[in-house]
């Protein structure tokens, strides 16, 4: 006897903020003598293709076993975190392009005010360290 299952699932790799029905699968497994098909539609976000080093492979590799999440995730967090910085750079770079002129004072200032901003993020990190 032939039973299939529908099994409508998120998968763990996905941003749960993203609503339910952004993922969905469809694959049917033979488990058994039992036919088991899970629907999946793939999530509407655009898609990037990367490939890393070795070393950073195994890092990742490291990371995800150490803590339980996907590499995927992992890599997304990280990229989220690091928006600002890409955002004020594309913000200074606008600026060098619209007012070349002045291209070495807007870079001084961008990199002042990474560097304050990195020392206040140390800063903040040193203290959460002493209350440990």
């Known amino acids: 006897m032939l039973v299939i299952l529908h099994i409508f699932t998120t998968l763990g790799i996905f941003d749960t903020r993203t609503p339910f029905t952004d993922y969905f699968l469809c694959c049917t497994f033979l488990i058994n003598g039992y036919s088991l098909e899970v629907e999946y539609m793939p999530s509407r976000k655009p898609r990037v293709a990367l490939t890393v080093p070795d070393d950073i492979n195994s890092t990742l590799d490291r990371l995800s076993d150490l803590t339980g999440t996907p590499k995927t995730k992992l890599i997304l967090e990280m990229l989220e975190e ?22 070495p004072t807007i870079a001084k200032q961008f990199a002042s005010e990474l560097l304050l901003e990195g020392n206040e993020k140390l800063g903040v990190l040193a203290s959460e360290a002493k209350k440990l």
């Open 82 to 103: 690091y928006m600002p910085i890409l955002d004020r750079t594309i913000s200074a770079l606008e600026q060098i392009q619209a007012d070349k002129a002045n291209a």
